[in-house]
């Protein structure tokens, strides 16, 4: 009994506030959009019964998503934005990852926090921080015009590369993490011994210190690239209108222009989009735990 | 000894650079008497004083701070029970289901979340409210309560349980006598995420929050929008000495736990 | 005063303390235990003794109560605990791990069985001292349990497991984790605190030598089944497998076909070499397969042929020194290694043989063990 209310609570709760929900998204993705509140057909009731109900959900709105160009784009677009900004996240992660690894054993834990500390700050906070560093009139335009570097200020925020700024910093902690544990648990002896056996510096770190950290990059990789692709704060904060993802035209199809039917089908497809890495990355972190044992 | 390479130290230095600059630079000119945030005119606390005559901001926080506390508490005892029951429960109906409903919102996007979430409330007829922002919050949070709390389960000795039943306890005894005081740290750790999580919330709150409460970052969100204001520059500030007074605390108080460990080791061996 | 010998298994009218009848355990399509029957008396130090997966753990966990039984009934004094679940048993387990709570001291450690049965709390701090005493822990009592050393945890987990008299102990492999000079002495300890308390104690262990020094008798497993119940004795001396002789000590196996000869058995059991005797009271049919298993300390190794039974002719071609004795590895003309045993009694001597010596082996009719699986 005890352990049927054990299981039961939790159980129930995700039940009632996860899948429950979620059906509803996708029969309302199935419906019509309705002038009326609530703003869409059919509604479900028990006189018509089941059959009736059903005979009225259709694909329209899969359809209407495919013929108007606006939601391909944004989709592709949002694939796109995250797999570069997460090459870029890469980039930047792996020689601080690389770094603290090789920093002495008593400095460690302080770098970790260091690492940790931004994802405990908020997020929007950090992202509205860049919103003063990078518009026109902003601390990096002033420093720049200052040196002398350029002579009119750079256009910056509210384009393609604010955000992909925005990204590479609010997620680099997820990056670094899943690397540094990757480069923490490399013995040190095989660098050596790759030297020993004639590897310069360099094609030590090539052929040995990549290859075995490379579960912590595709770790880190997908960490950064799931919530990216659904990322809605980052477009709209240092986006601008041409700026285009999948998040962003979710909210704006919602709030703005309540065609519910729509944003649930919108949502719907971004979901089957994420299922690939989703499962990818699952299928990397079980090859991960079995390796290890 | 430090094998730092030259390439090391740039890279550390200008990674934590890029990490910490911008929040410096947040903290530095929320003391800016100017109005205009990118010019320095002087040092002042005036905006601090402004934040705290404005009620707008005041009465948002309040709300935040009571669904942060709401939804982080209920949601570490749903999630502590669910990663019990992942990894204790054994086979049951629906267990694959189950898991999968633990894992599937650390991934699902918040805008997906948010919109399902207040699909349902509107299907329920329920007006949406600070009940509603806790009743979403603590779904997603009692998730990453549950992952935290299950991988501390995970290396939890299962001998030890064993003991206790072995010595007399009913299984509920043995939980509240040996398994709950040992995973302490774990569970006040998931605490802590779901409060955070709570606190930093922005699509969700957006979705399920209706006009009777407003939470903090729905009028960050609002207000920065329109542009970067000293007030916001001063809030921005205050959260993050808060969460940096927090996080330093948390790793002094472990790296006191590890020094008093070694000294325990030490002690064991000379009594050896 | 004569004082009669501790063997209850020998008289028929004694009841048994634990009785598994019958008893089988899978786990899926594992058979962990199969048709297992076994009685153990009150007072005894019962060791079970196996490879590991060979279910004497599985054994414990069934009467400690954290498995049940597939099939079959386990009686605790005449009572079938089968139903009953571990926190209302009589049973008290000590683990391997230890198990010591981390966030309690020694003393609340201890103290923990005997809190739950809401005793009075001078009684309970009674028998805390009293089990500190006992162990010779009392000044560590406020400890924790990370704040001493291996040997004293597991000194803790045996008080703690005591503590609440029991009329059953079970120990998991108790000394496992201490290093060998530790251990040696804690198995004395063991024994002495058995004989105190008077408690019934059923040690699991993988460590022949360890189940030799503690048991009053041993059971060897093995895949899920007993091959042998004696005491460490009859199972030394007389094993009845194969297995059995060859998983205690060491022990040469010589195979070959039996024929009957008065009380004795003639082994012939190679081409070119002389047939041996071996006394046994096993009944085989002429020329019935058979083993000859010799422990090496029975071999005697001469430099000239004795007139004895039983000899073999062969070359040294491995010494073993250990100290107290030495090996000889004696290889035979057919390639046959025998080993056999000497004591050095005498410091710094000579060895009298050394590689490539030409030597004799034999032994006596008794010494062999004769077996027929």
Redo the contacts between chains.
Sequence with gaps: M??FL??A???V???A??????A??LK?SLSDVALAR?PYMPQFSWDEGIGAFLSQLDFENFTFLTTDDLYWKAYLSSLKIAAISTVLTLF??Y??A???A???EAWR???M??????F???????V??????L?Q???LN?VLMWTGVISEPLTILNTNIAVYIGVV?TY?PFMILPIYAALDRLDGSLIEAAEDLGCSRRSAFWLVTIPLSRPGIIAGSFLVF??T?????IP??LGGSGTLMI?KV??EE?FNNRD?PV??AV?II??LI?IVP?VL?QKNQQRQAEAEG | MSRLSPFNVVSLTLGFAFLYLPMLILIVYSFNESQLVTVWAGFSTKWYGELARNEAFLDAAWVTLRVAFFSSTIATVLGTMAAYVLVRGGRFFGRTLFSGMIYAPLVMPEVITGLSLLLLFIGLGLDRGILTIVLAHTTFSMCYVSVVVSSRLVTFDRSLEEAALDLGCSPAEAFRLVTLPIIAPAVISGWLLAFTLSLDDLVIASFTAGPSATTLPIKIFSAVRLGVTPEINALSTIMIGIVTVGVIIASISTKRARVKAEADERMAQRTA | MSQTVFAPWTDPAAKPLIRFKNVTKRFGTFTAIEELTLDIYEREFFALLGPSGCGKTTMMRMLAGFEDPTEGSIELAGEDIVKVPPNQRAVNMMFQSYALFPHLTVRDNIAFGLKRERKPRDEVDARVEEMLRLVQLQPFASRKPHQISGGQRQRVALARSLAKAPKLLLLDEPLGALDKKLREETQFELMDIQEKTGTTFVIVTHDQEEAMTVASRIAVMKDGALMQVATPSQIYENPNSRYVAGFIGDVTILEGKATKLGDAYEVRWAEGQPPLRAKSTLDLADGAECQLAIRPEKVEIHGEKPSDDNVLQGKVIDIGYLGNISTYHVELANGQIIRAQNFNTERDTRRAFTWDDNVWVNWTENCAVLLDH
């Design positions: 005890r352990r054990l299981i609570f939790p159980y709760w995700l039940l506030l996860f899948l429950i929900p979620f509803i998204v309302i609530p930047v992660g020689p601080i690389y770094g603290m090789r920093a002495p834990p302080t770098l926090m260091l690492v940790i500390l931004p405990w700050t908020s997020f929007l906070i950090r509205y921080a860049w919103r003063g560093i518009s009139e902003g601390y002033q910093y680099l799931i919530p692709l659904g990322e809605f704060v709209s904060l998040g979710l909210w919602f519910w944003a649930s949502a971004l979901l994420l989703i990355f």
